[in-house]
Nanobody, 119 residues
Framework: QVHLVESGGGLVQAGDSLRLSCAASGRTFTNYAIGWFRQAPGKEREFVGC???????YYTDSVKGRFTISRDNAKNTAYLQMNSLKPEDTAVYYC?????????????WGQGTQVTVSS
């Protein structure tokens, strides 16, 4: 069973930066897709971005140029670097990974970490 744990959330001011981490146990991240999603109060969970097994990354338009996803396979950890944060980035952030190698699917989820951006 894959277990994901997010960390690094907190309360920051608009314009600040945060780096979220997603640590995996039970399996490595190598050859798997890793996604980041977020859910704001009263809204549906939305896709933030992902990194696939080739290292290519994809982002939703609202975070392009501000957020960066990376991975450290040796540490079995993925990261979401968030810069120039805005109040509308306030949400619970989740990491997720696929069950099968070289497949973009989101089968295992962490418990989430809260990010609050004040104006």
């Amino acid at each position: 069973q894959v277990h994901l744990v997010e960390s690094g959330g907190g309360l920051v001011q608009a314009g600040d930066s945060l780096r979220l981490s997603c640590a995996a146990s039970g399996r490595t991240f190598t050859n798997y897709a890793i996604g980041w999603f977020r859910q704001a109060p009263g809204k549906e969970r939305e896709f933030v971005g992902c990194i696939i097994w080739t290292g290519s990354t994809y982002y939703t338009d609202s975070v392009k140029g501000r957020f960066t996803i990376s991975r450290d396979n040796a540490k079995n950890t993925a990261y979401l670097q968030m810069n120039s944060l805005k109040p509308e980035d306030t949400a619970v952030y989740y990491c997720t990974t696929s069950r099968n190698i070289r497949t973009v699917s989101y089968d295992y989820w962490g418990q989430g970490t809260q990010v609050t951006v004040s104006s």
